[in-house]
């Protein structure tokens, strides 16, 4: 499948009397495979801020498989960035500091590195794709200097040799006429065009991982198809993990192969996208994949998620969803701090009666209080 | 029925002096708003316009919403903005309650203005953060009513709380809100006046998902209580086929297609209303849509082609003898009361790419 929908695109530069390119297999799967490139344990990332300390990122584990698209989906202040951010040790510190966990990469601790061997990781086995282009781009440089930097750094190129390597990335992301291109600045493209260059940049040393922080949103809807084709793409073509970060649950659908749903700083629920449309168990899961209208019908009236996103300087003790739950529950049963239960093979979900409906179901998977 | 049948939305050639439709409280009718961009000095040489919007005719039903949808560029915010009084259209009619806008007395355009209110996109840039909630919803009954302080108070503590917020919070400052809330004194303040229309310029995409049923709810209900007729301004469909009853499809400034919102959602007659929907994304990953990509990108708005503005983009073969491809087409109506751009190219059933939506069963 990788080839044939490769071929109709390079069609579709060269030759545009051949006009709409029709995909018929739409994104299906992915050969993903049971290696794990990224693993994740335990992350804390916090922030002191005047009002206390903000626990961002709060004991979050997961792991990426080869060629595999992981999402992290969340609503603002749900810790998603933080995450990525402190796997690439970008948390601007301070006021931010990652207090605890471990992150694998290629048999090493990302955490335990020292700053010099990080600029190596970084951009080079990891990288990330930023959301707003024209900010990640700077505009006095032109474009084959902002592809090149990375490339130099990591594969020690220079002269003819960069210049190969620079065009060859901006070719990979389909951009056309490449060699001209590279000698563009920033305003000189389209929108669309400038966000391909910033993946050019994401991709151009070969990452075993790429972070996509919402990388779609300043784009047009067909632009944003676009986009996301070229990523899959590039994703079955060099078999690299993708972490993407957003809050828009139609994306997760359509480029997702696990789904891990965050509410204030902590992994609520993960397991493959089909089991998170279809028997999401946590309440902010389901709340949040009915509360989207449908473009495939006339929605009655949308239920809402009442309250709002919670402060993360003054978190409740116990279950942080407990307040905006509708469930019928205790004040008991939402003061322990919820485990994340694996209650299905891969299905993990932070249990507790206050978020959970159907938690008799699984009660007796609860760990005891006293383990943790 | 979207447009009256009685009314000719003909764009070419401007058609002068045809009369809204009775059921409309705001009938456009070949807007244009063209800037000059270059060229003409002195009087001499050819003029060079940037075509924002170009003959746009569409009728906002009491009551009902009515959708603008397209890529950025469309022209769909300088519609909206035109309507507002924001700008000056270059020719064409905008029509409130039957009356052409421009030949209003003043009583009538302060009339006009009050009842035509807007909420905008982003809550973060269109408060003023060294106001207080208060002095935001209050100022336009400052300047357009007589009414004393306290009664002022009473009124913005009515609107806070029928737009889901606590009166108290009438002394806070914007920064003390998340974005939901401020979305909410944005509506509090659009509703001031007691308007009859609000334009809503893409009004839930910069929130969280978890706000926007929030506040799209909230949308729907007062249109129900107040009998309010909105313009909204978005580029997501599946927002637009929620919220709207009639909408329109904009390319390069002209409308592509119109008509009511669940006829062009199940049958999408334009190949750029396919392309738009082919390229949205799907509720359910289960949802395998065919997905079509046109070529080339959009084309820029200055001097575009004096025919249709779509052949540029479409995939079949544009003969450059034919009508259309030296003048303007006009909007037909297929089927009634959806209308669409008919030129040999421009047809997704002559392409064979017409979209089908369907939903994902089960759950």
């Known amino acids: 499948m990788a080839e044939s929908t490769d071929a109709t695109v390079e069609e579709k530069d060269e030759d545009s009397s051949v006009g709409v390119v029709v995909d018929t297999d739409g994104f299906g799967d992915t050969a993903t495979s049971d290696e794990v490139v990224l693993e994740v344990k335990n992350l804390q990332t916090h922030f002191t801020t005047r009002w206390g300390t903000v626990k961002a990122v709060d004991g979050v584990n997961y792991h990426v498989n080869r060629g595999e698209t992981l999402g992290i989906v969340g609503e603002s202040g749900s810790g998603k960035s933080v995450t990525a951010l402190s796997l690439m040790r970008l948390v601007p510190t301070p006021p931010g500091k990652i207090v605890d966990g471990e992150v694998h990469l290629g048999g090493r601790n990302l955490l335990a590195l020292s700053e010099r061997e990080m600029t190596g990781v970084r951009g080079g086995e990891i990288s990330i794709i930023l959301q707003d282009p024209m900010q990640a781009l700077n505009p006095v440089f032109d474009i084959s200097n902002q592809v090149g930097e990375a490339i130099k750094i990591h594969q020690k190129l220079k002269g003819a040799a960069l210049w190969d390597k620079v065009v060859d990335s901006l070719r990979k992301v389909r951009i056309p006429a490449p060699e001209t291109r590279a000698k563009d600045y920033p305003h000189q493209l389209s929108g669309g065009m400038r966000q391909r260059v910033v993946g050019a940049i994401g991709i151009s040393s070969a990452p075993a991982v790429i972070i996509a922080d919402e990388p779609t949103t300043s784009l047009d809807v067909t632009i944003q198809a676009a986009y996301l084709r070229l990523l899959r793409q590039i994703q079955q073509e060099e078999g690299v993990g993708i972490i993407f970060i957003t809050h828009d649950f139609g994306i997760v659908a359509k480029m997702c192969d696990r789904v891990a749903v965050m509410y204030a700083g902590r992994i609520v629920e993960v397991s493959d996208v089909r089991t998170i449309f279809n028997n999401p168990l946590h309440e902010y899961t389901k709340a949040l994949i009915s509360s989207v209208p449908k473009l495939e019908e006339k929605s009655g009236r949308l239920p809402q998620i009442e309250g709002q996103p919670p402060l993360l300087y003054n978190l409740p003790p116990g279950d942080a969803f407990a307040p905006r739950s509708t469930l019928e529950f205790t004040p008991e049963d939402a003061a322990r701090r919820p485990p994340l239960v694996e209650v299905e093979k891969d299905h993990w979900v932070q249990l507790s009666r206050s978020s959970v409906s159907n938690y008799d179901k699984y009660a007796n998977l609860m760990p005891a209080e006293d383990d943790e | ?363």
Not at chain 2, 61 to 79: D, I, W
Not at chain 2, 330 to 341: I, Q
């Open chain 2, 1 to 363: 029925m979207t447009i009256a049948e009685n009314v000719s939305t003909a764009p070419v050639p401007p058609a002068p002096g045809v009369n809204p439709s009775a059921d409309a409280i705001i009938s456009i009718r070949n807007l244009r708003k063209w800037y000059q961009v270059g060229g003409g000095f002195l009087g001499f040489g050819q003029k060079i316009f940037l075509k924002a919007v170009d003959d746009v005719s569409f009728d906002i039903e009491r009551n009902k919403t009515f959708g603008l949808v397209g890529e950025s560029g469309c022209g769909k915010t300088t519609t909206l903005k035109l309507l507002l009084g924001l700008e000056k259209p270059t020719s064409g009619t905008i029509y409130y309650e039957g009356e052409d806008v421009s030949t209003l007395s003043k009583a009538g355009k302060t009339e006009f203005r009050r009842s035509v209110q807007a909420v905008f996109q982003d809550p973060w840039s269109s408060l003023n953060p060294r106001m207080r909630v208060r002095a935001i919803v209050g100022e336009p009954l400052e300047i357009a009513t007589t009414m004393t302080k306290g009664q002022i108070a009473t009124r913005v503590g009515d609107l806070l709380s029928e737009t889901g917020l606590n009166p108290y919070q009438a002394n806070l400052y914007p920064h003390e809100f998340s974005g939901g809330q401020r979305q909410r004194i944005g509506i509090a303040r659009a509703l001031a006046l007691n308007p009859k229309v609000i334009a809503l310029d893409e009004p839930v995409s910069a929130l969280d998902v978890s706000i926007r049923a929030q506040i799209m709810n909230l949308l729907v209900d007062l249109q129900e209580e107040h009998g309010l007729a909105y313009l909204l301004v978005a580029h997501n469909l599946a927002t637009v086929r929620y919220m709207c009853h009639d909408m329109a499809v904009m390319y390069l400034g002209v409308v592509q297609e119109s008509g009511e919102t669940e006829a062009i959602f199940n049958n999408p007659m334009h190949i750029y209303t396919n392309a738009l929907v082919s390229a949205a994304l799907p509720s359910h990953p289960d949802i395998q849509r065919e997905e079509f990509l046109l070529p080339g990108e959009v084309v820029s708005p200055i001097d575009p082609p004096p025919g249709d503005v779509f052949m540029t983009r479409t995939p079949l073969e544009v003969d450059p003898n034919h009508k259309w491809a030296n003048e303007r087409p006009p909007l037909v109506e297929k089927e009634p009361g959806h209308w669409v751009v008919e030129t040999p190219w421009s047809m997704a059933s002559d392409a064979g790419l017409q979209v089908e939506l369907t939903s994902h069963e089960g759950v």
